[in-house]
């Protein structure tokens, strides 16, 4: 029985994150085409990268979807058609195991960090303490400020969580421009859309990035930990399978870390 196509939704967020419509297969789905990987936006960069040494060493290629884990977890739930699912936040993972929606528990893949990218205009600079920001909010210097969309996106929520930590949630909401994702978010800060914002330091260690303004790590206490889970969903087959082993190996986990992720080897044991 043929595998239905993606939704419209997903055909549409993947080209707002700038992956080839076609990489999806629509109108020509086979039996041996490469599995669909539903990924967090966080991994916008750094998974292709993975995926490209995963062609070369078993000589099999996976078609990447990015976009927010809240979103995607919905649409696996609701029958989308992917065969592994990496997540920003392990809750969406735990939800879909405990729904029937995901083989196993899945595994943690990495720990993720956020930080305040200002960019080439902006009224503030970037400082872990948000100092700079605080002062321009107060002599209402601030314009469009960026985030992921909280409601569905774990960098959106960590952003608030940290935002209201230094108690700058509330003057800054009238303020916020919120990006279906954070790779959208942080594609507004580029294009000048939003002066700043939050955003993950995984996107920041890009090169797309390297030139889009000054990154302030943010500290990691001051949101809920950004654990990533990636599990296997019911349709994987061998390709989705070796591709999930190969996310767990060294040079994927070399890879990870090179983007700034914490690995669980790291901290979380």
Known sequence: MPRPCPSRRTLLRAAAVGIPVGILGVG???????????AAADLTYALP??????????????KLVFGSSGNFAAEIANGAPFQVFLSADEAYVTSLVQ??????????YAVGRIGLLAGPGAAF?????????????????????????????????AAREALQHAGLWEA????????????????????????GGVIPLSLARAPTFAQ??????????????????????????????????????????????????????????
Do not use: C
Not at 31 to 38: Q, S
Not at 50 to 62: C, D, K, L, Q, T
């Open 49 to 62: 990268e993975i995926a490209a040494s995963f062609a070369r060493e078993s000589g099999h290629e996976v």
């Open 172 to 195: 800054l909401f009238p303020h916020l421009v919120l990006g279906e994702n954070v790779a959208q978010a942080a594609q507004f800060i580029r294009a000048g859309a939003a002066e």
């Open 212 to 269: 889009a303004g000054a990154f302030a790590l943010i500290a990691a206490d001051w949101h809920q930990p950004l654990r990533q889970r990636m599990v296997l969903l019911p349709g994987a087959g061998a390709i989705a399978t070796a591709f999930y082993d190969f996310v767990q190996k060294p040079p994927a986990r070399a890879i990870f870390r090179r983007y700034g992720f914490l690995l669980p080897s790291d901290r979380l044991g």
């Open 99 to 108: 729904s029937g929606h995901a083989r196993r528990d899945g595994v943690l």
């Open 28 to 38: 020509h789905a086979r039996a041996a085409a490469p599995p669909a990987i539903a």
């Open 125 to 157: 600079t970037a400082d872990p303490a948000l100092d700079g920001l605080r002062a321009a909010l107060a002599q209402g210097r601030v314009r469009k400020f960026a985030i992921a969309n909280p409601t569905h996106a774990p960098y959106g929520r």
